[in-house]
């Protein structure tokens, strides 16, 4: 199999992201945005513009790229779990609850792991006409030009948890071990310290993982914390974190390596200086709990 062509990837990519973002905006526009069903609960939807997104994505995926494997959100076989081959791992629309309701958070996330590594990102909001990317090795940006994180060289070094905008998700399971684990920390870290400080200074839903992932990215958000997402949610959004100086380990403390099916994250921004380590230490502290 001849080595992948990485730009040729991104750039065919980005293609796809903005014939899905035409589709996810006429069908806002057009009102045809309502969930068509659930998969497990009130809080999993899908529409028929996930399967229709997805379908458009996979049919020229798998015409121009037929040697490479595809992983989609609406086609999943858990039978055929991630393997070493160059994989495509795409979420039509990732924030499907938003776009059901129109609020403008839901993206298409598109990415390419080759080894398991994730390796081409693209991460496409159409109603802010926002797009992320990322080759390995090659830096990530905004809009295709703007350099991420968007401070650049002035990124202010990491001070701790207090100081910290925290990305969580509540996620679509609302029993069991990971929801005891999420809803204890974070009861543990919006309360206030001791000293009546806060743990956090505070935290954003963007309902969206590949979104809350790019913001850490750009540096609008510090820190991201999950446990229940798959590979489709993060992939396409991993590479453009890491590109951007960020670093994503595991969800549960100890993790220093995360993988990209691992289904527990914890993604702290890029900062010129010292600060992820011992920031990741201290949140891990503070999880009541282990994510499964
Ligand atoms: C959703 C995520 C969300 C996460 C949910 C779900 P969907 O993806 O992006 O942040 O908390 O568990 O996976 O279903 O909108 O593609």
């Known amino acids: 199999m001849a080595t992948p062509d990485l ?36 809080a999993d939807l899908v529409t028929e513009y996930d399967r229709a997104v997805e379908n458009m994505i996979s049919t020229s995926l798998k015409a121009k790229y037929p040697d490479y494997e595809f992983h989609g959100e609406e086609t ?5 779990p991630l393997t070493e081959a160059p994989t495509f791992i795409v979420d039509p629309i990732d924030g499907t609850i938003n776009f059901v309701h129109s609020f403008p958070y839901a993206c298409v996330s ?9 390796t081409v990102g693209i991460v496409y909001n159409p109603s802010t006409k926002t797009l992320y990317s990322a080759i390995k090795g090659q830096g990530a940006f905004r809009n295709q030009e703007t350099r ?45 310290k001791e000293d009546g400080g806060a743990m ?39 590479v453009i974190l890491t590109e951007a100086g960020g670093i ?11 993988s990209v099916d691992g289904r527990r994250y914890l993604a702290i921004r890029g900062a010129p200086e010292a600060g992820q380590k011992e920031m990741v230490e201290e949140f891990w502290s503070y999880i009541q709990g282990r994510l499964e």
Not at 19 to 38: F, Q, R, W
Not at 156 to 163: D, F
Not at 164 to 189: M, Q, Y
Not at 217 to 223: F, N, Q, S, V
Request: proline share 5%; net charge negative.
């Open 76 to 80: 999943y076989d858990p039978t055929r």
């Open 148 to 192: 991420l994180p968007l401070k650049g060289d002035h990124v202010e070094p990491l001070s701790g948890l207090p100081n910290a905008l925290v990305s969580i998700e509540w996620g679509s399971d609302r029993s069991g071990p990971n929801w005891e684990t999420k809803v204890r920390t974070f009861e543990k870290l919006g309360q206030s």
């Open 248 to 258: 994503i380990v595991d969800g549960n403390p100890g993790g220093w390596e995360a």
């Open 110 to 118: 598109l990415g390419f792991a080759i080894n398991r590594i994730p």
């Open 200 to 238: 956090v200074r505070s935290f954003r839903s963007l309902g969206s993982a590949a979104l809350n992932l790019c913001s850490v990215a750009e540096g609008t958000m510090d820190l991201y914390w999950e446990g229940g997402c798959w590979e489709w949610d993060v992939c396409a959004a991993w």
């Open 7 to 42: 730009k040729e990837i991104h750039d065919f990519l980005v293609s796809l992201a903005f014939k899905a973002g035409d589709i996810i905006t006429n069908a806002i526009l057009d009102n045809n945005n309502s969930e068509t069903g659930s998969k497990k609960n009130s």
